[in-house]
């Protein structure tokens, strides 16, 4: 039997049970950890996302791999965000992780973690399948009287299908609700899974002078339809969208679900640079 340091972090907060969390796995350099392993426990400890890091050999990078409850992912910011957050220290200040989509540049800076990713910018579909269109009326006219105008966006890199809405408040914003009537939803999880997408974010400018844009982010899980609580990879989609469009490069970003998160996007030479903190909620051994 063997035993690793295992870490529970609530991601893109600075309060514990806020944000989003995520497992940390620290794999010893000279140790290998099979990835059925590493999908055991990321069953097991059944958080959104748990990240895998290892040594490298150079004493600044680490390996890193994300996997869910069911699967290996190719790309998770939040999780990036929980292992940062576990790794750098005081004497070790700027990090790189050998990632599934390359190496992510992480440090500690006076804006909490500032990680670096690829900059992702969305086509606009500007004639959207009935589809996609009938995907975004299932949540909007279930939910708010009167539903805003819509833009749609897509990204492979992500999978996701953007829905730019038009000028809404912030607390009408917060009540968008996936159907609740059993028969709607298995609808609605037949039409994204048709679609081919992971899922749908919508997004809008906030009306509150401290925040630019706010997000919600549904996905597919267990053919049911779950929030995800905050989401790191949505916003290197939504930064390039919102300098687009509204002429903003540095963008204060609140994702508005139950547990909420706050990020701060920075784009820079086709790069996203994303800040946010992290609280550490959780520390123990796991055994294999």
Aim: glycine share 6%; net charge negative.
């Amino acid at each position: 039997m063997k035993s690793y340091s295992f870490y529970v972090v609530d991601a893109f907060t600075a309060s514990r049970f806020g944000g989003n969390p995520a497992g940390v796995v620290l794999i010893p350099y000279e140790d290998t950890m099979p990835e059925k392993i590493m999908q055991s426990i990321a069953s097991e400890v059944n958080l959104p996302m748990t990240s895998f890091v290892q040594p490298a050999n150079d004493p600044n990078t680490f390996t890193l791999l994300w996997f869910n409850p069911t699967a290996k992912a190719t790309f998770c910011g939040h999780a990036t965000l929980a292992a940062a957050h576990i790794l750098l220290t005081a004497t070790l200040t700027k990090i790189t992780l050998a990632s599934p989509i390359g190496e992510l540049e992480a440090q500690r800076t006076s804006k909490g973690i500032t990680l670096k990713f690829a900059s992702n910018p969305p086509q606009e579909l500007t004639v959207p399948s009935n589809s996609q269109q009938s995907i975004a009326n299932e949540f909007l006219g279930s939910t708010l009287p009167n539903p805003p105008s819509t833009r749609f966006f897509y990204e492979p890199t992500t999978n996701d299908l953007f829905v730019l809405l038009g000028k809404i408040d912030d607390a009408e914003f917060a009540q968008l609700r996936f159907p609740s009537v059993p028969g709607n939803m298995a609808e609605l999880v037949s039409q994204i899974e048709s679609v081919g997408i992971r899922g749908v974010v919508f997004v809008a400018q906030s009306q509150q002078a401290d925040r630019d844009s706010i997000a919600r982010v549904f996905n597919v899980k267990d053919k049911l339809i779950v929030e995800d609580q905050v989401t790191g990879s949505a916003h290197t989609v939504i930064a390039p969208l919102f300098c687009e469009i509204f002429g903003k490069s540095v963008i204060r970003a609140h994702q508005c679900s139950q547990r909420e998160g706050q990020l701060l996007l920075e784009l820079i030479d086709n790069q996203v640079y994303i800040s946010g903190n992290a609280v550490l909620v959780i520390q123990g051994t796991i055994s294999v």
